[in-house]
Structure formats: C-alpha cells, structure tokens
C-alpha cells in the first residue's frame, strides 16, 4: 500500500480543471520541463501526476500570461521566479504582464521589471475610477447656495 503525502496535492484532473487548461497542453509543459509535479511524477502506468499548491499557482500564472501574449521565454522566466524567490510564501504577491515586460510590485509598491531590465523601475501607472472622483465631488457640492450633501 503506498504511502500518501503528508501535505495537500491535487491529481491532473483537477489541475486542468482549475487552471482551465487542455490536458496536452499540461503534458506537453511537463514533457518540456517548463513545469513539474513536485509531488509525484506521472512515472509508471496509470499513476496520475500529484501537484503540490505552488505547483498549481504557478501552472495557472503561466496560463493566465500565455493566454495574454508573453512568450515562452517570459513564461520560463516566470516559473523560475515563483520557483526559486517566491516559493516560500505566496501572499501579497503580484505578476503583472504588459505585453512586453514581466513586472512585480515591491514592497514599497514600486513597479519592478522582472523581465526585460530585472530590477530596474517601471513607469508608474495610475488607474483612477473618474466616475467615484464625479460622485465625491457631487457628494460635497452647492446648488444655488444650498448645501446638497448627503446625511449619514
């Protein structure tokens, strides 16, 4: 009788499920070693790969960036990086791709190249909802010298 692991695994079937995945294209990540079960292969005759947490995030983050454009050199780069930097912890991290660079937020919520100049800062982007700036200001406005705001 085998021995089952101590911590959490998910079988293929569930990992193509979750990352909405075909499952050759997983086989073919796997025989390419761009990705790998780490807590058991597929050796042996109907033995299913098991996949640890890590190894699920990282499939899904590689499907996720492949799906918007970044190539396989950029999705190689980023399983080293939720390998080898990341794997201790998960939370509170961040992977964005804008179409030509890999980036991360640091802990100073700066924006970090990790791909095409690693370490190096990004421009800036801001992202503000015009509509909530509009309803504040509407919020705290005077019509004819009448205080129109809202009571609590």
Request: proline fraction near 4%.
């Amino acid at each position: 009788m085998a021995v089952e692991p101590s911590s959490p695994y998910l079988e293929t079937p569930e990992v193509v499920r979750l990352c909405r995945l075909p499952y050759s294209t997983l086989d073919y990540w796997v025989r390419t070693g761009l990705v790998t079960p780490s807590v058991r292969g597929g050796s042996g005759r109907r033995r299913t790969r098991q996949w640890s947490i890590l190894d699920v995030v990282s499939v899904r983050a590689l499907k996720e960036l492949r799906d918007a454009g970044a190539s396989v050199r950029v999705l190689k780069h980023a399983q080293a990086m939720l390998r080898e930097t990341w794997a201790a912890t998960l939370r509170d991290r961040m992977l964005y791709w804008d179409g030509g660079d890999l980036i991360q937020i640091d802990e100073w919520e700066n924006l970090v190249s990790l791909f095409t100049a690693p370490g190096q800062s990004v421009l800036h982007v801001v992202a503000l909802s015009v509509d909530a700036l509009r309803a504040e200001a509407e919020s705290v406005a005077t019509v004819d010298g009448r205080d129109t705001r809202r009571s609590a």
